[in-house]
């Protein structure tokens, strides 16, 4: 019961949001991914959970993580068209961010050197690790078919988001 009462406040509070402004729909969605994950143990689901409130509430061409595994990238829950299942080490935007464990806002993924196409639709990009005990253990992607589509305001509340996929990761490796 309690669960079906959460996930209705989220998705009323997520249309409700839907017509807000960038940073208003970032304030509304924050608590309703804490609540969302409160409690269930699952690290696919609830990641799952997350990358569907990114997509629905910020209306993102493509959202998704990649998993550290080895010496690559591989492909977790996302919400979009397909994508590349594996990215080397250092390559692409993603590859970049894991390797250098810092936040990459693309403006035009046209100019990005290495940049891999996983669509041909996508315009730009922002790309944040998910760093646990001092180790990249994920990468947050998400693409926009806009040119320029993100700034500091997203880094920002993106990060907050990657700090949430923090505490959930950590709480199943327990």
């Known amino acids: 019961m309690v669960i079906f009462a ?8 997520i249309k409700a949001a839907v017509d807000a402004g960038k940073e208003e729909r970032y304030q509304v969605m924050l608590p309703q991914i804490k609540a969302l994950v409160e409690g269930e143990t699952d690290l696919i689901a609830n990641i799952s959970n997350v990358m569907a409130v990114l997509k629905e509430t910020m ?10 595994k080895a010496e690559e990238l591989v492909l977790g829950p996302f919400q979009g068209p397909l994508a590349c299942t594996r990215i080397g080490y250092g390559k692409g935007v993603c590859g970049k961010a894991w390797q250098e464990g810092r936040v990459i806002v693309v403006p035009d993924v046209e100019q990005f050197p290495g940049h891999i196409a996983c669509s ?5 990009e922002i790309v944040l690790p998910v760093i646990i005990n001092d180790r990249v253990r994920m990468i947050l992607d998400v693409d926009s078919d806009q ?13 907050e988001v990657t700090a949430i996929i923090s505490d959930v990761y950590k709480a199943t490796m327990i």
């Open 147 to 159: 040119l320029n589509d993100f700034d500091a305001l997203d880094a920002k509340y993106l990060s």
């Open 59 to 68: 209306n993102f061409f493509w959202v998704g993580v990649y998993f550290v």
């Open 120 to 124: 041909s639709l996508s315009k730009s």
């Open 6 to 13: 959460v996930r209705i406040m989220a998705e009323n509070l």
